[in-house]
């Protein structure tokens, strides 16, 4: 019975990049299955927990992985609190908008920063979000993915608002 299954397994992801990139937004999806077109910029950082069946996903047996998310505010003003946040987790998710070059080239930085002072453990997920505005694209996919190839990340673009790829890039991470 699904309810009598316990998860075996915690991972304690962080989400870091520009404001308005969609952090909270992929975290929501995730979490709640909803999307808001209005979603509040976060203040200082946001918690979020959440239990995913990895049965069949490629995962061990019936193993649950439960996730406890760090969702951070991404305003420089903020910056000097992401340490806090990162340097205990598991894996990070480095989140751009696909729609903006400035938010890209912040997330390359964040990369930068984490492999530098983050847990040499970490498992790093490059995420190119809002794939649901391509014609307002400003990132091409193939850049994206031979940087995240270049520095052994997981690359994977999604859309909050559509959910897609949202619980291949949990899946993958879970499965880490
Ligand atoms: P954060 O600052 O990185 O946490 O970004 P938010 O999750 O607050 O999202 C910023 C804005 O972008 C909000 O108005 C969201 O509704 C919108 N947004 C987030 N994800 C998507 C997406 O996948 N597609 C589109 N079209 N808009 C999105
Ligand atoms: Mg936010």
Not at 12 to 25: E, F, H, I, N, R
Not at 36 to 41: D, G, V, W
Request: net charge neutral.
């Amino acid at each position: 019975h699904a309810k009598d299954r316990v998860p075996c397994a915690a991972t304690t992801p962080v989400l870091l990049g520009d404001l308005g990139a969609g952090k909270t937004s992929i975290v929501v999806r995730f979490v709640k299955g909803l999307y808001y077109e209005c979603q509040e910029s976060t203040i200082g950082a946001a918690f979020f927990s959440q239990a995913l069946p990895m049965s069949g996903r490629g995962g061990e047996g019936d193993a649950t992985v439960r996730f406890d998310i760090w969702d951070t505010a991404g305003q420089e003003r903020y910056h000097s609190l992401a340490p806090m946040y990162y340097r205990g987790a598991a894996a990070a998710v480095v989140v751009y908008d696909i729609c903006s070059l400035d938010s890209y080239i912040r997330a390359k930085k964040w990369v930068d920063e984490l492999q530098r002072q983050g847990n040499p453990h970490l498992v790093m997920a490059l995420v190119g979000n809002k794939v649901d505005l391509e014609q307002k694209r400003k990132v091409r996919t193939q850049e994206a993915l031979e940087y995240a190839e270049r520095n052994g990340l997981f690359f994977v673009e999604t859309s909050a608002k559509t959910a897609q790829n949202v619980p291949e890039l949990f899946y993958e991470l879970g499965k880490h």
